[in-house]
């Protein structure tokens, strides 16, 4: 409840303060997104990330029956960040691309909103897996301690493509 209200917070109060003239400029190429949504659904990314890298953290090490260590809470910070500012861009973006060209799809009663965030959801989900899975592998002290570049690269080697998107469907 923590991180998902921060992320809601924090993306409605960016989106709402640039509601000038730089924020709500359109971005060419986008097919009509503006400004303070990419900058908004960045900073909730930012937002989330910090309150759930410690959860993220234990829960991941719980799972894996290791102990978890208070000095290593904000393991996998960096990544969990990343992984977020993606997520919650591209949420955003495709939830704002949605209201403005199918505007329908909003106006059936909870169907339409159900059903424009799930497929929001689930796009921007597909976007960052590879980084959710390098998250749960430096929070689950996964190999060695090696940059998220060499894991991804030692994934593509070993695994091909696909495998940055092992449990995707379970997640």
């Known amino acids: 409840a923590m991180f998902r209200s921060a992320q809601f917070a924090g993306y409605e109060s960016v989106y709402t303060h640039l509601n000038g003239p730089v ?8 097919g009509g997104v503006q400004v303070r949504v990419i900058v908004g659904g960045m900073c909730s ?12 953290y234990i829960k991941v090490n719980r799972q894996t029956q290791q102990r978890w260590l208070v000095k290593e ?3 996998g910070c960096g990544v969990t960040c990343c992984r977020s500012m993606g997520l919650l861009t591209v949420f955003f973006v495709t ?5 403005r060209h199918i505007p329908g799809a909003f106006s059936v009663p909870l169907i ?19 980084l959710e899975y390098m998250k749960s592998q430096v929070q689950g ?8 570049v060499t894991r991804m690269r030692k994934v593509l080697a070993e695994k091909g493509f ?6 995707l469907v379970p997640g």
């Open 162 to 167: 696909f495998g940055l998107y092992r449990g």
């Open 141 to 148: 002290h996964y190999g060695p301690e090696v940059s998220m």
């Open 23 to 30: 924020g709500t400029s359109i971005l060419p190429l986008t």
């Open 73 to 75: 809470l904000f393991k």
């Open 45 to 56: 990314g930012v937002a989330r990330g910090l309150i759930e890298t410690p959860m993220e």
């Open 95 to 99: 939830l704002d691309s949605g209201r």
């Open 112 to 130: 339409g909103p159900f059903f424009s965030g799930g497929v929001a959801g689930a796009m921007a989900w597909l976007a960052v897996w590879p």
